[in-house]
DNA sequence: CTGAAAGCGCTTACAG
DNA sequence: CTGAAAGCGCTTACAG
C-alpha cells in the first residue's frame, strides 16, 4: 500500500529504528542528529508517509481508542451525549468510535465483543436493559469501562446519572402546585431504575400534595415500538379516567409521540392540560409552550462520562490499581413555564 | 493481557498455525483431524480467547472497517443515514466507525486522516463544504469512497444524491397551484450543488408559474449559527414585502427554526400560509400539518452509498481495477397536505 | 494431518 | 549518534 517505515529507512540507508525515534518525535531526546532528523522528515514529506496506527497500537498496547455505545443513534438525547463525548475524548488525544445497540441486548454485546477485539482503550456504555454477561464480562475482567443514563444496581462500575427521582418530584409538585390533581404519569422500561425513581418522584410529589395515587392514571408503555403502543395507552386512561387534567411523562420521546396523538385527536393540549416531562428537546417549547421540563445536563453527562474513564485508565497505568467504582449524580436544570 | 493464539498452541502442544486454522474456521480445508479440532475449541473456549483483530488486519490488509464521517451528528437527517449504513454493513460483515466533521473542513481532513490510519477500507462522507485536500488525495490515490447528499463537481467521485430540482420544482409547483404567488425561498449554503439545485427548482417553478422572481423574497441565512442568523433574514423579508404568502424551505432545519420565529412572534404558521420543505422530520406534521414535504428516502441513501461502496472494493479485489464514479440520483416522495 | 518460518508495520530495550 | 534484533498477535505460503 503506502508508504512504511521501512521504506523510508531504505531509501536513506538509515535503519527503521532512527525512522522511528525521529518521526515520533523522540529524536533529540534519543540524540539524533539535527541533519538525519532533517533527511527523515523531508523524505517522510516527500513519500506522502502516513503510520498505520494498527501496527502501533499492536505494539504499545494502546489503541487511543475509545469506543461508545448508544441505545440508539439517532435519539436526540444520546446523540447529543455522542457529541460532548466526542469533543471530549478528542481533547484528550483519544478518538472515539460510536455504534449503537439499537436497544438490543444480544446486540449490545456483540459491539462490546467487537470494540474489545479492535482493542479499544476503554468504554462509555448507556446500557439497553438489564446487565449482559458482556457488561458482567467487563466488571470481573476489570476492563475500563463506564455507564450513564442507567445503572446496575447489583454490579459495581464507574456512573453517570442524574438525579432522577428529585427532578421528577420538582416537575410534579409544580403541576400540583398550579391546581392540577388528576396527573397522568407516562412511562416505559419500569425494570430500569432510572425509569422507576422518575415514577417514584411523581409519586412523593403527589403524596406531599395530598394526593392519593391512583391506578388508573398511571400508563405504562411497551418500549419496543412505543409509537404503536402509545395511543392505547392513552386511550385506556381517557376511558378510565375522564377527569384527567395533567401529564407527566417520565422522557421525552413519549411526550413528543402524545404531541402526535393529541394532534391526530383534534386535542388542544396546551389548553387546559397540567405538563411536564424529563429531557427538553429542540423544539417542544413550541409544541407545547406550557410544558414543564428538566434538561438533563447532557454537556456534563458527556464530559463526565468521558473525565472518569480517562481518570480510571490514568490511574491503573500509573498506580497499577484498579480504581473503586464511582458514582456522578448530575442536577437537572429545572425550567418552569407560564 | 487476555489468551493468545500463542498460549492456546503451547496448552495444547500444537503449533500457531493450526490453532489458527482451526480458529479461522479453515481447520476442515486443510485437513486437521477432528480430535484436534475438539481440542483447539475446548482450550480457546476455556481460556475465553478473544483474537486481536488489530494484529489479523495488520496481516491482511483489511480491517473490515467502513468509516461514516457527517457534517452533525445529532441532524435527524445524518443520524437517520448513520442508522441504516449501519445495518447495512453489518449485513454484509463490515463493522462501521462514525464521527463528525461538524462541518468544519479541517476536522474532516483529520477525521479521514484517521480512519486512513487505522487502516479503514473504505469510507461513506457527507462532505463539509468543498472538496478538502483530503478528499481530493482519495481520489488521487483511488481510496474505495462514496459521497452523499453533496456532490463534488470537480471530482470523480462515487456518489449518493436526491432529484433536487425536481422536488423543489414540485414543492414549489405546488404551492402556487395552491394558489400562493409571493412565495419567499429560505435557503443557506448557496455555493452547495444540492442547494443550488434546490433553489433552482424553485425559481422554474415561479416562471412556469408566470411568476417573476422577486430579490425581496430570497432569504439567505449563513450557514454557521443559523438558528441566530434565521431571524434576521426573516424579518427583512417581512420588512421588505409585506405581501408575502408562503414559505419554500430549502431544508428541514431552517423550517424547523422558521417555526420557532413564528412561534416567538405569536404568528401562526399554519394559517394563511403556504408551506414546503425539503425532507421531513418526524414532528413536523405536528408543527405544521399543512406544509408540503419532499421526504428524502434516508434508507435507501444509506443503503445505496454501501452497496456502491461494497461494489467498488470487491471489483477492485477481484478484477484489480478501478471501478468508473457512479452517481445515482435517488426520488424524494412527495407529501402533499391538506 | 501438522509445523517451522517469514511477514504485516510498527516500537523499544540493548549494544556499540 | 546510530543499528541489529526481538516482539506485538496474528496469517499464510511452503514443506514434510
Chains 1, 2 share one sequence.
Not at 483519544?94 to 436497544?103: A, F, H, Q, R, T
Not at 428537546?281 to 409552550?289: C, H, K, N, Q
Not at 447532557?298 to 464511582?326: C, W
Amino acid at each position: 500500500m503506502g508508504t512504511s517505515l521501512k521504506d523510508i529507512a531504505e531509501t536513506l540507508n538509515l535503519s527503521k529504528t532512527t525512522v522511528s525515534w525521529v518521526l515520533s518525535g523522540r529524536a533529540d531526546e534519543k540524540g539524533i542528529s539535527a541533519a538525519t532528523q532533517q533527511r527523515v522528515s523531508r523524505c517522510a514529506q516527500r513519500l506522502n508517509y502516513r503510520p498505520n496506527l494498527l501496527a502501533r497500537s499492536l505494539n504499545t498496547g494502546e489503541s487511543g481508542m475509545i469506543g461508545l455505545i448508544l441505545p440508539s443513534i439517532s435519539d436526540s438525547f444520546y446523540s447529543q451525549v455522542a457529541r460532548e463525548v466526542e469533543m471530549e475524548v478528542e481533547e484528550h488525544g483519544y478518538s472515539l468510535m460510536i455504534c449503537s445497540s439499537e436497544s438490543e441486548p444480544e446486540r449490545e454485546n456483540r459491539m462490546i465483543r467487537l470494540f474489545r477485539a479492535k482493542q479499544v482503550d476503554g468504554l462509555i456504555i448507556a446500557p439497553t436493559v438489564r446487565s449482559g454477561e458482556e457488561i458482567r464480562r467487563l466488571v470481573d475482567e476489570s476492563f475500563p469501562f463506564v455507564v450513564f443514563d442507567r445503572r446496575f444496581p447489583k454490579l459495581d462500575t464507574h456512573c453517570v446519572l442524574i438525579d432522577n427521582e428529585r427532578s421528577s418530584y420538582a416537575l410534579v409538585r409544580r403541576l400540583t402546585e398550579d391546581g392540577f390533581r388528576r396527573i397522568a404519569v407516562i412511562t416505559t422500561n419500569p425494570h430500569l431504575e432510572t425509569m422507576d425513581a422518575r415514577r417514584a418522584g411523581y409519586g412523593r410529589a403527589l403524596a406531599d400534595s395530598g394526593i392519593a395515587f391512583d391506578e388508573s392514571l398511571y400508563g405504562e408503555v411497551e418500549f419496543a415500538g412505543y409509537e404503536r403502543n402509545l395511543p392505547g395507552v392513552l386511550d385506556r386512561i381517557f376511558a378510565r379516567d375522564e377527569g384527567v387534567d395533567g401529564f407527566f411523562f417520565t422522557t421525552h420521546i413519549l411526550a413528543l409521540e402524545a404531541f402526535r396523538y393529541f394532534h391526530d385527536r383534534g386535542v388542544d393540549i396546551n389548553d387546559g392540560y397540567g405538563l411536564a416531562c424529563i429531557h427538553e428537546v429542540p423544539f417542544m417549547s413550541v409544541l407545547a409552550p406550557g410544558m414543564h421540563v428538566a434538561r438533563m445536563p447532557v454537556g456534563r453527562i458527556g464530559r463526565e462520562s468521558v473525565r472518569m474513564l480517562l481518570e480510571d485508565m490514568r490511574r491503573r497505568k500509573s498506580a497499577g490499581e484498579v480504581p473503586p467504582a464511582e458514582t456522578v449524580e448530575l442536577e437537572c436544570e429545572l425550567c418552569f413555564r407560564g
